[in-house]
C-alpha cells in the first residue's frame, strides 16, 4: 500500500479503480518564418481562437442547461479572456514581429501572464494561472490540430489520477462515473476545485509523483476530507474506509434535512 499526502480540495471518501490520465505532450515549433509563412499562421492563429470559442461556448451552454450556473459562469470568464483584444492582438503580434509559430507565440504570451498571476500574494488569484494555462492549452492545441479530449467519456466509474486538471476538463466530468480526482497541481481555490465541491466529488491536490506511482485499475482510496490518497489498500484499511464512506455518507443526507431552514444564529 503506498500513502500519499496533499491537499483536501473537496470533501468526501472515494474507493474505486484508478484511471491514470497522461497529458499529451505538445511539440512547440521553432525557427523564423517568412513573410509569407508568417502571414498564414496568422491565419491560423485566427482559426484556432474561433474554435476554442466555439467550444468554451458549448461547455458554457451545457453548464447552464443542466442548472450549473457557477460551471457557466467560469467558462464564460475564459471566453471573456479569449476574446480581449490585447490578450489576442499581444499572440498576433509576437507571430508578426518575431515571425515566430502561432502556438510557440501562444505558449510565450502564456507564460507571461502565467507568472504575473503566478507572483501575486493572493492565494485565489495565484490559482488563476491555472485559467489562463487551460485557456492557452486549448489554442494551441487547436493549431496544432490535436483533440481536446474531455475525461467525461470514461465507460466505467474511477478515480482519475493526472498531473493537473484544467477548469473545463472538470466542468466535463461524467458526474455519475467519476468518483473522485487527485492531481500532483492544483489547489483549494482552484476553479478545478470549487467545481468539484460543487458537484460533491472528493478531491486531493497537491500529491506529489502519484502519476508516475499509479497503475491503470488499481484500488485507490481518496479521502478529500483529510487529504489522503491510498493505493492499493490492504483489506483492513480498506474495510476501514468503506465503514468511513458510509458515516460520512449517512451525515451528508441527515444535513439535507436542515437545508431549507432559514440561517440563523444567536447574535
Not at 491565419?43 to 453548464?63: P, Y
Not at 502564456?110 to 504575473?116: I, P
Request: hydrophobic share 45%; aromatic share 4%.
Amino acid at each position: 500500500m503506498l500513502t500519499f499526502n496533499g491537499i483536501p480540495a473537496a470533501p468526501g471518501i472515494a474507493i474505486g479503480k484508478a484511471h491514470v490520465r497522461h497529458n499529451a505532450t505538445l511539440v512547440y515549433r521553432e525557427g523564423t518564418l517568412d513573410e509569407a509563412e508568417t502571414q498564414n499562421q496568422l491565419r491560423i492563429l485566427q482559426d484556432a481562437l474561433r474554435i476554442s470559442a466555439h467550444q468554451l461556448g458549448e461547455i458554457a451552454d451545457a453548464a447552464a442547461k443542466a442548472g450549473d450556473a457557477a460551471d457557466a459562469e467560469i467558462m464564460q470568464a475564459h471566453l471573456a479572456i479569449l476574446e480581449d483584444e490585447a490578450f489576442t492582438d499581444e499572440i498576433a503580434d509576437e507571430i508578426v514581429q518575431m515571425h515566430m509559430f502561432a502556438e510557440t507565440a501562444v505558449r510565450k504570451v502564456c507564460q507571461k501572464y502565467e507568472a504575473v498571476f503566478a507572483g501575486m500574494d493572493d492565494a485565489y488569484m495565484r490559482e488563476r494561472a491555472a485559467d489562463v494555462s487551460d485557456i492557452c492549452l486549448r489554442i494551441a492545441k487547436n493549431i496544432l490540430g490535436v483533440p481536446v479530449h474531455a475525461i467525461g467519456d470514461v465507460r466505467e466509474a474511477c478515480v482519475v489520477i493526472a498531473h493537473d486538471l484544467t477548469p473545463s476538463d472538470t466542468m466535463q466530468f461524467d458526474k455519475e462515473r467519476i468518483l473522485a480526482f487527485c492531481t500532483e497541481q492544483g489547489g483549494r481555490t482552484s476553479h478545478s476545485a470549487i467545481i468539484a465541491k460543487t458537484h460533491e466529488i472528493p478531491a486531493v491536490m497537491g500529491l506529489k509523483n502519484i502519476v508516475a506511482q499509479a497503475g491503470e485499475g488499481e484500488t485507490v482510496i481518496v479521502d478529500g476530507n483529510e487529504g489522503v490518497v491510498l493505493l492499493n489498500p490492504d483489506a483492513q484499511t480498506l474495510d476501514r474506509y468503506s465503514r468511513l464512506r458510509s458515516e460520512y455518507a449517512t451525515r451528508r443526507e441527515a444535513l439535507k434535512d436542515l437545508r431549507h431552514l432559514p440561517a440563523e444564529t444567536k447574535d
